[in-house]
């Protein structure tokens, strides 16, 4: 079966400091992922998704980047965390077949002060 | 305009109650629907999904389409403390990119 896994759980970075949050998904290959933040409260926004190794997708020009260095892996980084980054980091894998359904990971707490 | 609209509640209810969550939509090619339930500090996951217009039922919950209202309802029938979490609507037309709506918050009172 497909599962996904996120890291770290939980941060807290000073502004200014780099970040880098790590998802790899095992029992599929090729798979769409996605990242999204959720700020408290509010629905999910869509910041990247990859549809393979070193394609990557942007939504919303902002402070964050990604990359796809491989099949089953996706990283979302920052060179220097703004106060607005805070938020809910979720990474997403999307099911095959007609549906387009989306299967989350655990997410990432972000705090940055 | 948003293109999907949800409540975001809270919605508070005593338990054994039936629940009745609600999105609407603007861009009639979407096809594919969901709903997503999201505790507290967790990812969200999949709970039902539905192609185009009907019901489909699982359990005590069931999904609802109209798409001539362009409107879809999750519908939790004997309500448990354990349903107390937050609801995603999702929707997509054949590119399969979701739209999700805001959530609503469910509060099942014991």
Redesign the interface.
Request: proline share 5%.
């Given at each position: 079966s497909q599962t996904i896994h996120?890291w770290p759980a939980t941060l807290v970075q000073p502004v200014g400091s780099p970040l880098s949050l790590e998802c790899t998904v095992e029992g599929t290959s090729n798979p769409n992922l996605y990242w999204y933040r959720q700020a408290a409260?509010?629905?999910?926004q869509l910041l990247f998704y990859s549809v393979g190794i070193g394609q990557i997708s942007s939504e919303v020009p902002q402070n964050l980047s990604a990359s796809r260095p491989q099949d089953r892996q996706f990283i979302l980084s920052s060179k220097k965390l703004l106060l607005s980054d805070s938020g809910?980091y979720?990474c997403?894998w999307?099911g095959g077949g007609n549906?387009?359904?989306?299967?989350?990971?655990?997410?990432s707490?972000l705090t940055v002060l | 305009q948003k293109e999907v609209e949800?409540d975001?509640g809270p919605l508070s209810v005593p338990e054994g109650a039936i629940v009745s969550l609600n999105c609407t939509y603007s861009n009639s090619a979407f096809q594919?629907f969901?709903w997503y339930r999201q505790y507290s500090?967790?990812?969200?996951?999949?709970l039902m999904?539905t192609?185009s217009s009907g019901n489909k039922e699982d359990g005590r919950f069931t999904a609802q389409v109209d798409k001539s209202s362009k409107y879809i309802s999750l519908f939790i029938r004997d309500s448990q403390p354990s349903d107390s979490a937050t609801y995603?609507c999702?929707m997509?037309g054949y590119n399969?990119?979701?739209i999700?709506?805001?959530?609503t918050?469910l509060i099942i009172k014991p």
């Open positions: 996120q409260g509010r629905g999910l809910f979720l997403a999307q549906t387009g359904e989306l299967f989350f990971g655990e997410g707490r | 949800q975001p594919y969901m500090r967790k990812g969200p996951e999949l999904y192609y995603l999702a997509s399969y990119q979701l999700w709506g805001a959530g918050k």
